[in-house]
C-alpha cells in the first residue's frame, strides 16, 4: 500500500477521551478523517463530537475490556458508516511494579486493558477492516517494548505483547491487503506521564506525537517510532549485551 491521505477515511480510535488518542482523533477530524471516538468517559467524547461536528467524530462510548461490549461496538460502527477503514487501538494504562510487593493483580489489569483488549478489538473489527478496499490497523505500543527497563515488569510486558501481536498480523494480513503498523511512542506529555516522577528525556506533547502518528498512518509505515532523538538511541542501548545493559538501567532507579 503506498501513502494514502486520511481525508474521507472511517477511522475507530480507542481511548480517544484524552492524551494521545484524543490529539490523534482531533487532527484526524482536522485532516478530513470520519472518526469513530471511544473511550470509557461519555461526556469527553460529546464534547470532541461537538466541537468538531458529528458528522466529523462520532462518539461511541466503549469499556475495552468488556469483550461483547467490543463487538456491540463494531456492529453499531457498520449500521452508523457502512464499514470502516481504519482502526487504532490506543487505549491503554500505567502501572508500575515495586517488586517489594510483587502483585499479579498489577499485571491482571495491565494485561487485560492494554493488551486482552486490542484482541478483542481486532476480533471485532477484521471483518470491516476486510470488506474495505484500504485497511489499516494500528496498535499503539511503546518504546519501552524494545527490551526491559526498571519498574516496567507489567506495562512494558504489555507492551512487548502488543508489538509482537502486531508484527505477527503484519505478516499474516499482507496477504488479505490489510496494511499494519505498530507505534512505538518516546514520552509524550499526557495525563499517564504526568503521573511519572522519573526524568522523561525528549517529552513531546500530545500534538506533536499526533502528528508523527498521523503522518505514519498516511505513509503506512509498519512501525511509527517517535521523536527520534530518543527512539533511534534507544533503539541501539537495547542491541547492548545483558551485563552492560542492565548496569546502565540500574542508574535510571532510585535507591532504596
Ligand atoms: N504518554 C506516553 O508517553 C506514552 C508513551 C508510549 C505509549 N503510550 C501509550 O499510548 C496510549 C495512550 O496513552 P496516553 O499517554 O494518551 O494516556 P491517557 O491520557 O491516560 O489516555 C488513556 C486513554 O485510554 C482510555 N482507557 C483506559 N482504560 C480504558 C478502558 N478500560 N476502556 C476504554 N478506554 C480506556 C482512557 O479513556 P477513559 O478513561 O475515558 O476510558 C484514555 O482515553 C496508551 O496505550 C499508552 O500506553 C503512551
Known sequence: MGSVPV???RIWVTGASTGIGRAVALELARRGAVVVASARNERALNEMAEACGADRVFALPLDVTDRRATLQAADEIRRKLKGLDVAFLNAGICEYVDVSKFDSAVFERTMQVNFLSMVYGIEAILPLLRASDNAQLIGMSSTVAYRGLPR???YGASKAAIKHLFESLQIDLKREGISVSVVCPGF???PLTDRNDFPM???VEAEEAAERIVDGIEAGSPEIHFPKRFSIPFKLLALLP??????ICSHMVKPR
Do not use: Q
Open 201 to 203: 528525556p525528549f517529552r
Open 7 to 9: 481525508k474521507g477515511r
Open 242 to 247: 545483558n551485563r552492560l545493559y542492565a548496569a
Open 188 to 190: 509524550v506529555r499526557t
Open 152 to 154: 516496567a515488569e507489567a
